[in-house]
């Protein structure tokens, strides 16, 4: 347990890691990957690291169990006051209230520990030269205090009953009808240096506590049991079968404590009497007192979670591959439409597609309709072109993405519906075809202005950029613009004309198609599903056990 920098640095290297990872899809397993994250950055800010750092600060004791487990009233007994409410409201325990010695408050002031939680101290702490109707009419004046804090908050209190070296935590019900009360419940769990299991005679073979049970035993965690509420009179029985069970599922060596339902524990204000909880605080007086048993249970929980975290952090890589296929198969898909887009827009220009409806009848009437008309319906049937097909790919894309679970749920974003803002899109394409129109009327100027320095007969620039448009939009059907074009500025610049207009027009196609398969992927790329992110654990879980 001797402070080691390397070791930290790999945790701390390991912790960014994990912090980065993301789980967004739907996948099998993705939701356990999810919980398996936050567990492991709990474990670390809250345990693993405050830990390894500080290995002589007091160890921490958290007190968890099911709803109605007697967690708060063994608190307060163990502390010989009422520190935590108690009572049959549920759920009763809202704010986790951290109990330690005097002299161990400035280890949990500090946030070294749960530094998520805003620390509050109760109005009066007590010594064992108060009197104890004051400390319970303190209590009841900070009550107000405790019950339902606006942000997550940890309560402190000293006492000078608990040794020096141990804090007792009494946290919210692991199975609380509060969702933020179990979160917060596992958060505490996953700080403590010793867990506290406490069960109930009547609920001792339920899921709940055993499932913490099993999660210690497999964290090799330092662990004790309590089993509460035990009828006096089968206090011996009950005690022998839930010692057999936790024999069977080997956890037969787990110090276990029975608390009897005695005549006299319905008084006394709400604690037990003490002969019933004096077993369990031995134990945890001996935890704090002897050297040896204190390393021995810093050491086991600090082990334990070093060792889960090479066992855990595999199975989150390889959740963390298959959320990247997942990505790299939806990218796919919008990638291969939008190329079969532009592969179908160049077969339509090549044959000739644009050159139909108006745009043809003005062709017919040309040069009657004049040059403006003409490029103007051109420039109209090219847009309505892009738009067909831009929109037949992200058909395309949300049939196969309905499929996928992962895309499913893109899907249920607004920016990757296929029945986006049409209107947008359409003024998209319009501006790119006008910029390629003003492209190809430069074009014809600049061709007019060198025939002029030529002293070749001038030539209308208008006149000169219908028929290249034409010809170039025009498949068979516009080959006499071509021939007209030829004509008017000479075979070879005509010949230049058309190259130059149409990489134009190439490069704007590109770009539509690009700037709009790009909006597809955004949601995709906005959940940063890289191939770096499983690489990145494996080598923080190489670096963590070179470092151990």
């Known amino acids: 347990m001797d402070v080691r920098p390397e070791l930290l640095d790999a945790l701390s290297v390991l912790r960014d890691r994990v912090d980065a990872a993301r789980f967004p899809f739907p996948l099998p397993g993705a939701g356990r990957a999810r919980r398996t994250r936050l567990e492991l950055l709990t474990q670390l800010d809250d345990y693993l690291v405050p830990r390894l750092k500080a290995p002589e600060a007091p160890l921490l004791a958290v007190v968890g169990g099911s709803t109605g487990a007697g967690k708060s009233t063994l608190v307060n007994s163990l502390i010989g006051r009422r520190v935590s409410p108690s009572g049959v409201l549920r759920p009763t325990t809202r704010t986790p209230v951290l109990v330690c010695h005097p002299e161990d408050r400035a280890w949990f002031a500090d946030p070294r520990v749960l530094p998520g939680l805003t620390r509050t101290w109760a109005v009066r702490q007590r010594s064992r ?5 004051h400390d319970r009419a303190d209590l009841e004046r900070g009550a107000a205090d405790v019950t339902l804090p606006v942000r997550a908050e940890l309560r402190l209190e000293a006492d000078d009953s608990l040794p020096r070296g141990l804090a007792l935590l009494d946290a919210p019900d692991i199975d609380s009808l509060v969702g933020r009360n179990r979160e917060l419940a596992a958060e505490l769990i996953c700080a403590a240096d010793i867990w506290i299991l406490v069960t109930t005679a009547s609920r001792y073979a339920d899921a709940v506590p055993w499932h913490l049970l099993r999660t ?20 011996n029985a009950v005690s022998s079968h839930y010692g057999a069970l936790l024999t069977k599922a080997g956890l037969g060596d787990v110090p276990r404590f029975t608390v009897p339902e005695l005549p006299e524990s319905a008084g006394g204000g709400g604690l037990l009497p003490q002969t019933t909880v004096a077993p369990l605080r031995a134990w945890l007086t001996h935890c704090a007192d002897d050297p040896a048993a204190r390393q021995h249970a810093a050491r086991r929980t600090a082990v334990g979670a070093l060792d889960s975290l090479t ?12 959320q990247h296929a997942a990505a790299v198969r939806l990218a796919r898909t919008a990638e291969d439409a939008y190329e079969q887009a532009a592969l179908r827009i160049g077969d339509a220009v090549a044959t000739g597609v644009p050159l139909a409806g108006e745009a043809l009848a003005r062709w017919h009437g ?4 004049g040059p403006g008309p003409l490029q103007r319906a051109l420039s109209e049937e090219l847009a309505t072109l892009l738009r067909t097909e831009t929109d037949a790919a992200d058909e395309h894309i949300a049939e196969a993405w309905q499929e996928d679970p992962a895309g499913a749920v893109l899907l249920d974003l607004p920016a990757a519906r296929p029945d986006r803002d049409r209107v947008a899109l359409a003024a998209r394409i319009d501006k790119r075809v006008r910029r390629w129109r003003r492209t190809v009327r430069d074009l014809a100027r600049a061709e007019v202005r060198k025939a002029r320095a030529a002293d070749r007969p001038p030539a209308d620039p208008e006149a000169v950029a219908a028929l290249l448009s034409t010809a170039l939009l025009g498949g068979r059907h ?39 398969r790009d909006r597809r ?24 056990q070179k470092e151990r």
Do not use: F, K
Request: glycine residues 4%; charged residues 20%; proline residues 4%.
């Open 129 to 133: 030269a108060d009197e104890d109707g």
């Open 216 to 235: 210690a035993r497999d964290y090799d965690v330092t662990l004790a049991t309590v089993l509460d509420r035990v009828p006096h009179q089968i206090a």
């Open 311 to 322: 066992s855990r952090l595999p199975a989150l890589a390889s959740a963390s591959a298959a």
């Open 366 to 369: 040309y040069p009657s309709c």
């Open 478 to 516: 516009g080959r006499a613009a071509g021939e007209q074009l030829a004509e008017t500025v000479g075979v070879q610049s005509a010949l230049s004309l058309r190259d130059a207009a149409g990489d134009r027009l190439d490069s704007t196609v590109a770009a539509l198609l690009h700037a709009e």
């Open 521 to 544: 992927l955004a949601p995709i790329d906005a959940h940063d599903v890289t191939a770096a992110q499983q690489s990145a654990l494996i080598a923080a879980v190489s670096l963590l």
